[in-house]
């Protein structure tokens, strides 16, 4: 139902996060906090980012809401270009030595130049993330309606559209079920009937509205597509592995083939399924399905490819599409909604959050949007989180692949940046707001590409570096390439694979579970034995480095970022090694060489440095006051403060005033998930009010388009999770063995409440505060742990009872 408002708290129990490690599912009931979990608007998706996604992790859907011709644009999170490939350069190891002698003599330059001939992946790129067409709704008789509405319901994760044309109501719901794996999209009419064609339309190129992709040129408000509003494509316009034909009476069968990159020949078979079900006439005719006559119809849309693994694509798409949609055709429409209703309220439930007292906003999102910066909206915030959380479990479920960089949601077969897994910041900026929001199910995804990685990683270590373990550069993709790509600039940086480890600790340290830390732990050890072997003694006696290596994306001197031993990779190694400890020691494990090598190696990792300028130095040497671009999106060597806590306001108070003087100079607004990497660090730090103020720019209309997607720009969904955890980390932190109330709340927030907020220990938070201060908190988690909890400069630890509470009023 399209209400805006819901009520509910969420109630006890710990929830692990992976099947089999499930203790028990927490459910929402309802008690008093109200909040405002729709995306409504009074007009049709003019462009892609005015349309309203659905996802159950595997299969999404873009739903455009136009009367006359209805636009749902699918994807289907296997469908990307080529197959399985080996990149790694042969050329590699025996360069490697070469090249570290060159930085050892800062010719950093002609590093670089041997990098780039001999290093760097074949190809120089990597399989771009494709779009699985669209379904076009032509309707009879309709060019107009009036009292139209089109609204996302987050809590039920249906999208619909209603309008009136004459005397008949026409109304439409969209949702993508997690429990029957398919699209649903349901159409009826009342005092009047449905007439329409439903036809295919192959996935093209699409027009982002940008010239350049770093953002210097571009605009959040991106162009029409300039094949929206278009015919399906004749069969002259087809590719000719395409093949769209009746299947059965009242189906319409679509197969076809992913598409070739970079010399990498397509591999990939895909099947689209539309079964149509309804009290009408419903006619396939050779490349379309025709309604005559209908009050309600149901479609039912499967697609599937035939990946079954990064090395293996043997599987059956069309028979699992077949499959799918006559197991959901053999249900009434209505057992179908309520089985995706529940299995989506079953994680959405545990967390609400209310910001203010006030009621909920009446004007539409993009009216919201349009003046957020201006305006102070709290309740937008509030939106953004909740909306955050929907995007992660509509695009990362168990079995799914990763969200990467548009979570699942992709209109062409060009998507910005290939839409792959850029692992420098963004794919694990996706995952940042998992455990606190209560989804830490959605990590599961990332975890199995990780154990992908550390096979495919294995090659590249010892093909490229002589090393055992594991590991991947800044980029990976559907097929779990690993090797460097790009060019020297972005892609020789060897730390991809380690920090994807922390969302890994991560998930351990919310929920821990020996079972769940047995499963992790050769991935730490893998990957912290790659380091083992290939970290150098610094020549100027500074401790051991990486090398070679780069800051990302940043260069220290013009058109060079080559260098040994950046900050952000000491941190992560750092922080490697300190999880691969923890969980040496906690799992017993009997290879005591190691943990003695790896604490002599992590003992002489070198320190954070404070440079001239008074800055956090982003390298080894003090070059920042010299670096080509001193407002670069990227803050790498921040990754100390978050969203590791190496660097903390109660630890070291002096790394953190060198962290504020290199926020200073990089300033507050940068592209969108570089906005809201400076909002969580600001908001770490315990600065409220200069993070508000970085919120309003990142909710306003350069950074957040009419449907919430972050505009980086082009779209790039890493913004709305790192926005998403920020805006929860100024109300509760957890780091450093304590957990920390209302630790960078501002001023614009006096009166709230959250519930369901989770911290490190296994512990889940509800939290009320009023005139700025703490009003009431309950804590659940184990009998009789111990919880450290500090507000302001009071710090209390609060032991739970034998029903596993605290509280504190």
Known sequence: METTRRS???????????????????????????????LWYEQAAAQWVEALPVGNGRLGAMCFGRIAQERIQLNEDTLFAGGPYDPNNPLSLAALPQVRALIDQARFSEAAQLISSSMMGVPKTQMPYGAAGDLLLDFHGLSGGTAY???????????????????????????ASAADQVIAIRLSATNGLLNFDLSYRHPLKANYGVTDYTGAKATAAAAPMPWDYREPLRASERPSSLSVRADGADALLIEGRNIDAAGIPAALRYAVR??????????????????????????????????????????????????????????????????????????????????????????????????????????????????????????????????????????????????????????????????????????????????????????????????RGWMAHHNTDLWRAAAPIDGPLWGMWPCGGAWLCQALWDHYDYSPDSAYLRRIYPLLKGASLFFIDTLVEDPQGRGWVTSPSISPENEHHKGVATCAGPAMDRQIIRDLFGWTLKAHALLGDSDAAFAAELEAKRARLPPDRVGAQGQLQEWLEDWDAGAPEQKHRHVSHLYGVYPSEQINVRDTPELVAAAKVTLNTRGD???????????????????????????????????????????????????????????????????????????????????GSVRGVRARGGVELDLDWSQGKLKQLLLRGQPGQKVKVRHGEHLTEMTLDAKGRARMQ
């Open 8 to 38: 509910f708290i969420i109630t006890a129990g710990l929830a692990a996060a992976f099947p089999g490690l499930a203790k028990a599912a927490v459910q929402a009931t309802t008690r008093g906090a109200q909040e405002s979990l729709s």
């Open 149 to 175: 509405r089109r609204w996302l319901d987050l809590d039920t994760a249906i999208s619909a559209t209603r309008f009136s044309d004459g005397k008949t109501q026409y109304k439409r719901e969209v949702f």
């Open 274 to 467: 539309v079964q149509a079900l309804g009290d009408g006439s419903i006619t396939p005719r050779d490349d379309r399905i025709e309604v005559r006559g209908a009050s309600t119809v149901t479609l039912l849309v499967a697609a599937a490819t035939s990946y079954v693994n990064y090395a293996d694509v043997s599987g059956d798409p069309v028979g699992t599409v077949r499959a799918q949609t006559a197991a959901a055709a053999a249900k009434p429409y209505a057992r179908l909604r309520s089985a995706h209703v529940h299995a989506h309220q079953r994680l959405f439930r545990r967390l609400s959050l209310r910001l203010g007292s006030g009621a909920p906003d009446p004007r539409p999102t993009n009216q919201r949007i349009a003046v957020a910066e201006q305006q102070p909206d709290a309740g937008l915030a509030a939106l953004y989180v909740q909306y955050g959380r929907y995007l992660l479990l509509s695009s990362s479920r168990p079995g799914s692949q990763p969200a990467n960089l548009q979570g699942l949601w992709n209109e062409g077969v060009n998507p910005p940046w290939g839409g792959k897994y850029t692992i420098n910041i963004n794919t694990q900026m996706n995952y940042w707001p998992a455990e606190s929001a209560n989804l830490g199910e959605c990590v599961e995804p990332l975890l199995r590409m990780v154990e992908d990685l550390s096979v495919t990683g294995a090659v590249t270590a010892s093909k490229s570096y002589g090393a």
């Open 669 to 751: 607004k940068s592209t969108g998930w570089a906005t809201a990497w400076r909002l969580a660090l600001w908001t770490r730090m315990g600065e409220g009010e200069r993070a508000y103020a970085i919120l309003q720019g990142l909710l306003g209309p350069e950074r957040t388009y009419p449907n919430m997607f972050d505009a980086h720009p082009p779209f790039q969904i890493d913004g709305n999770f790192g926005g998403t955890a920020a805006i929860l980390e100024m109300l509760v932190q957890s780091w450093g063995g304590e957990i920390r109330l209302l630790a960078a709340l501002p001023q614009a927030w006096p009166e």
